[in-house]
């Protein structure tokens, strides 16, 4: 079974940081890109960055400049590092696992879907977390 525990969110003033952590079970980074997602309310859920198996990376161009993704292969880990946060990024965040299988993958190029109406939603291949909240006050 795949499990994904994040933690780290909490509130911050503008201009702070926060570190988000991830720890998965069930599941390598071998074989599996991973991914953070938001979502504040009345909003969709919208990727804010993720890690491929090869090690790229993408940003949402609004966190460009102020987050960084990394993962810990040996600990089973991927970290959101955020700096420079704005009121704006307030919202929870879930960390996503893209566990598409080889076979799959050598047919095409495979992403995560940039948003969805809810993080959260079944979709085929996609974990998800629980979220943990992140608030940023000006």
């Known amino acids: 079974e795949v499990q994904l525990v994040e933690s780290g969110g909490g509130s911050v003033q503008g201009g702070g940081s926060l570190r988000l952590s991830c720890t998965a079970s069930g599941l390598t980074f071998d074989d599996s890109d991973m991914g953070w997602y938001r979502q504040a309310p009345g909003n969709e859920c919208e990727l804010v960055s993720s890690?491929?198996?090869?090690?790229?990376?993408t940003y949402a161009d609004s966190v460009k400049g102020r987050f960084t993704i990394s993962q810990d292969n040996a600990k089973n880990a991927v970290y959101l590092q955020m700096n420079s946060l704005k009121p704006e990024d307030t919202a929870v965040y879930y960390c996503a696992a893209d566990a598409t299988p080889f076979l799959i993958r050598r047919l095409g190029r495979v992403e995560f879907s940039p948003r969805y109406l809810a993080c959260g939603t079944r979709d085929q291949y996609i974990y998800w977390g629980q979220g943990t909240q992140v608030t940023v006050s000006s």
């Open positions: 890690i491929s198996i090869d090690g790229s990376t």
